[in-house]
């Protein structure tokens, strides 16, 4: 009987080692794998943080947002819902407010809202970040506190897939911590539909919609985008 507890007992200690030997193994791998993803994000990135980053974002209406690093500004144009705006990829006019709803019906992954307003405003994206529609700000209020916690729900939202982005998460933790550390005074935002680059129209069934007056917009996107001296 001795032996038999003696065996067992040893039995059991071996099997104890065996699965603490197992468990710490899992967790050298999870590391591991965890280093080389974030090493891989880290070699993927799209923003070294010393360029100017331009970026396509949809709250939900699409906007293009610039942070200058060496200015440490922000400027950001937003487009009214009822621009009538030619949808990247052969999809026609469409209102800018319905383009996530478009992009995401199409499975593009937010790449024809960016293809869309970069198009539209010619000026080249290097990135986009787009949550799904019930997610915006809503009345078109853009100020820091909401883009920031629009950019809180967006960082949120790539864990949970409701964010389509091509930023990694050091382009998106980078551009979140860039942009809280700004002063108010250090935004700028512009109503894309209070400017002269627009004409109000109404359609048929009275909604007022927008049509771009395209050099006026060419002149106003190359000022806002490509002098420094405005950011």
């Known amino acids: 009987m001795r032996q038999k507890k003696s065996t067992a007992s040893a039995r059991g200690k071996f099997v104890g080692i065996k699965g603490r030997l197992i468990i710490r193994w899992l967790l050298v791998g999870l590391g591991l794998t965890t280093l ?3 090493g891989w994000e880290w070699k993927s990135r799209v ?19 610039s942070y200058d690093p060496s200015r440490q500004r922000i400027f950001l144009v937003v487009f ?3 621009l009538m705006i030619d949808a990247a990829g052969g999809y026609g006019v469409w209102r800018a407010g319905a383009l996530v709803g478009l992009d ?5 992954q937010g790449t024809l809202v960016m293809d869309s307003v970069s198009n539209f405003m ?22 820091k506190s909401r883009i920031v916690g629009w950019l809180n729900g967006a960082v949120a939202g790539k864990l949970t897939g409701k964010t389509r982005t091509n930023l990694t998460w050091w382009d998106m ?8 550390g700004l002063r108010p005074d250090e935004f700028t935002v512009v109503n894309l539909g209070e400017t002269v680059a627009l004409a109000a129209q109404f359609s048929p069934d009275g909604t007022r919609i927008y049509q771009p007056d395209l050099l ?16």
């Not at 923003?47 to 699409?62: E, S, Y």
């Open 36 to 38: 080389l993803l974030l």
């Open 47 to 65: 923003w070294d943080g010393k360029q100017r980053l331009n970026l396509v974002i949809a709250m939900p209406a699409p906007g293009l947002l």
């Open 80 to 82: 009214p819902d009822t």
């Open 104 to 108: 995401q019906q199409e499975g593009k």
């Open 122 to 143: 010619g000026v080249m994206a290097d990135g986009y970040v787009v949550r799904n529609q019930e997610s915006g700000i809503r009345n078109q209020e853009y100020d």
């Open 173 to 180: 933790l980078g551009l979140w911590w860039v942009v809280s």
């Open 216 to 231: 006026r917009l060419s002149a106003l996107s190359q000022k806002w985008f490509t002098d420094e001296t405005l950011l």
